[in-house]
């Protein structure tokens, strides 16, 4: 397996993107694919750049065991389009922002994560549902499916 380069993105990058890095980064260290799978995140808006992961999502994946670190959100950059192998979005509204950002030869690279899934649904946003424990269960069974595509060779 070639390095693959993951950008997970939400609209500030301190809620969904952030909880699914740290999800997929354990996901991965469990399967012993450190030195394969790259793993960040970002956002689709400028609302947040600079401040820390939300508090809640801080709290799940405390509670869930998930180790995380020092994270600042940061915004989606046209270098990420060419930088990344797959950019993820959570929701709709975020792969309108990611198509507006990114040149269009990127574009084949952007998918909603729940397609991984078999779902082409959006995940709901805890910062205006307050449901981290909804979100987590999403993201996870989104990061888990992703895993074992790119395992077996698939994008």
Same mark, same amino acid.
């Given at each position: 397996?070639?390095?693959?380069?993951?950008?997970?993105?939400?609209?500030?990058?301190?809620?969904?993107?952030?909880?699914?890095?740290?999800?997929?980064?354990?996901?991965?260290?469990?399967?012993?694919?450190?030195?394969?799978?790259?793993?960040?995140?970002?956002?689709?808006?400028?609302?947040?750049?600079?401040?820390?992961?939300?508090?809640?999502?801080?709290?799940?994946?405390?509670?869930?065991?998930?180790?995380?670190?020092?994270? &600042?959100?940061?915004?989606?950059?046209?270098?990420?389009?060419?930088?990344?192998?797959? &950019?993820?979005?959570?929701?709709?509204?975020?792969?309108?922002?990611?198509?507006?950002?990114?040149?269009?030869?990127?574009?084949?690279? &952007?998918?909603?994560?729940?397609?991984?899934?078999?779902?082409?649904? +959006? &995940?709901?946003?805890?910062?205006?549902?307050?449901?981290? +424990?909804?979100?987590?269960?999403?993201?996870?069974?989104?990061?888990?499916?992703?895993?074992?595509?790119?395992?077996?060779?698939?994008?």
């Amino acid at each position: 397996m070639r390095m693959k380069k993951i950008l997970f993105v939400c609209h500030g990058n301190i809620c969904r993107s952030p909880m699914a890095e740290f999800v997929m980064k354990n996901l991965v260290r469990q399967a012993g694919l450190e030195g394969k799978i790259q793993v960040d995140s970002a956002a689709a808006n400028n609302d947040e750049i600079g401040n820390g992961m939300h508090r809640g999502t801080r709290a799940k994946l405390s509670e869930m065991r998930i180790p995380f670190d020092e994270h &600042i959100a940061r915004k989606l950059t046209v270098s990420d389009g060419e930088r990344y192998d797959l &950019i993820l979005a959570m929701d709709s509204e975020n792969l309108y922002y990611m198509r507006r950002i990114l040149k269009p030869d990127a574009h084949e690279k &952007i998918h909603l994560l729940l397609e991984y899934a078999g779902e082409k649904r +959006d &995940i709901a946003d805890p910062w205006y549902t307050g449901n981290f +424990d909804e979100t987590y269960d999403d993201i996870d069974k989104g990061c888990r499916a992703l895993l074992e595509k790119l395992k077996i060779g698939n994008k």
